[in-house]
């Protein structure tokens, strides 16, 4: 990515080759739009009627699939993404529109009973859902094209006014998905998309006109904007974290390892709730450590584009020093580099399992977000349990066991809003509840949690 002065140039993430050029918005263009968006809000006779609004969304879920495999090409050149797992991207936006009109379906409001006390005999309540008004939308890179659905999406099925930043690096996906949006039938005065500079971007979101704001992004970025938020103005918020996985001394390495290594190196590791911190029994850490190391080896690095990659590369050439100089910081503090721990080029990092680093290096405390995952040995679970939840960061995790009560107990013991037993902790799907916990994040992501956030229930 480079800016000029009114344009900026989107570059393939693996070769730095250019890809377009977009133009950058401007305040004026913003500050026009927020104007409309409120008078669109409170003018109720603008508002979209469910039917017309289930319309779009089925509309644009079948546009996007007719676009599939354009669309996963896009993601893997701006974002870098492996082919295999932009296709599946680009199925799950599909699906994420599909849901926000299912859940759309199923909005409604309640009776509320009023005569459980002498002072509502006589009586009646009903809620019923409103749109909460305009609402700003900060995506990430790492999801092009399926964060935006869910940030978007649920705000067509509320009916607000939405406008969304894609980010910098990866901003086509997103255009592309506003401007099938558009063509389903959805008036631009309801969805815009703006690629705009950080200041142009902080006054968009403390601008007192927003009603809500939906970020995904780092956690320094994230709180401070919501620190900034005008009185009134809801938020979201999707951080990072560093997620990790517990091993049972009975823990079926046979299934573990494969699972381990997608969620490790799935986008070169560049996904909130990748598998980072692994915490394995004595009594299995050097088998585990051995059969990792021969399984990540054989991952291919390499062009996003070619069928055959299994690892990309990272965002931005910046990242890969940034990883390089965690890695080095970690082995010239003690970890063993079992595998890795080099640079392939200018814009690729080889996959690298670090041995038992130190619990105060940076790859045992920050998101790493790059392909690396590490392994520490214990030998008493609460231990295990204690490190892993010793970070301000936490999001998702694991814990691997044949024994059922080990790993719920262990389960149950883990901080984070989800657990996954006998499955990596990047797992997801689209409807389920998403969030990040402590420094990781602010309310509840997933397509109905997003759309009840963008929604009031009003009493009558």
């Not at 007719?66 to 199925?91: M, Q, S, Y």
């Not at 649920?154 to 990866?170: D, L, Q, R």
């Not at 320094?220 to 938020?229: A, F, I, M, N, P």
């Amino acid at each position: 990515m480079s800016a000029t002065a009114g344009a900026l140039t989107v570059h393939q993430a693996f070769d730095r080759a250019p890809i377009d050029e977009v133009t950058l918005g401007s305040w004026s263009e913003i500050d026009d739009w927020l104007d409309g968006a409120v008078r669109l809000h409170q003018d109720r006779s603008t508002w979209l009627p469910v039917h017309q609004r289930l319309d779009i969304l089925r509309n644009l879920a079948g546009r996007l699939e007719a676009e599939r495999d354009e669309l996963a090409l896009l993601i893997a050149r701006e974002g870098g993404k492996p082919l295999t797992d932009a296709r599946v991207e680009a199925d799950r936006a599909v699906s994420s529109v599909s849901i926000a009109a299912s859940e759309l379906e199923n909005l409604r409001g309640a009776e509320i009973p009023m005569d459980l006390t002498p002072a509502g005999v006589g009586r009646r309540a009903r809620t019923a859902r409103e749109p909460i008004g305009p609402v700003v939308a900060i995506s990430a890179f790492n999801h092009p094209l399926n964060l935006v659905a869910h940030q978007v999406a649920p705000a067509i099925a509320a009916g607000c006014p939405v406008i969304v930043k894609p980010a910098e690096t990866t901003p086509l996906s997103c255009l592309r998905f506003v401007e099938l949006a558009h063509q389903a039938g959805l008036q631009e005065a309801w969805c815009k998309a703006t690629v705009t500079d950080v200041e142009t971007a902080e006054r968009m979101v403390t601008d007192p006109r927003v009603a809500f704001l939906t970020f995904i992004g780092s956690a320094r970025v994230g709180w401070y904007l919501r620190s900034r938020l005008a009185p009134g103005t809801r938020c979201a918020l999707e951080h990072g974290g560093a997620a990790p996985v517990v091993i049972g001394p009975d823990a079926d390495l046979d299934r573990v390892v494969p699972s381990l290594v997608k969620g490790g190196y799935y986008h070169a590791g560049q996904v909130c709730v990748s598998v980072q911190r692994i915490f394995a029994q004595r009594a299995v850490q050097s088998e585990l450590l051995q059969r990792m190391t021969d399984a990540v080896e054989r991952l291919t690095v390499g062009d996003p584009t070619s069928p055959d990659t299994d690892v990309g590369p990272l965002i931005l050439p910046r990242e890969v020093e940034r990883v390089d100089s965690w890695v080095r910081e970690a082995i010239d503090a003690g970890a063993n580099a079992a595998l890795g721990a080099e640079r392939l080029g200018e814009t690729t990092y080889s996959p690298t399992v670090l041995d038992e680093p130190p619990g105060d290096a940076k790859v045992s405390t920050l998101e790493i977000f790059g392909p690396v995952t590490c392994i520490y040995a214990y030998e008493d679970v609460d231990d295990a349990i204690a490190r892993a939840n010793a970070l301000p960061l936490a999001f998702q995790a694991s814990v691997y066991a044949r024994d059922l009560e080990f790993a719920l107990q262990t389960a149950d013991r883990l901080v984070g809003s989800a657990v996954m037993i006998n499955d990596h902790p990047a797992f997801r799907v689209d409807w389920m509840p998403f969030a990040g916990l402590r420094e990781s994040g602010y309310g509840v992501g997933g397509i109905g949690y997003t759309l009840r956030d963008m929604t009031i229930e009003k009493m009558v």
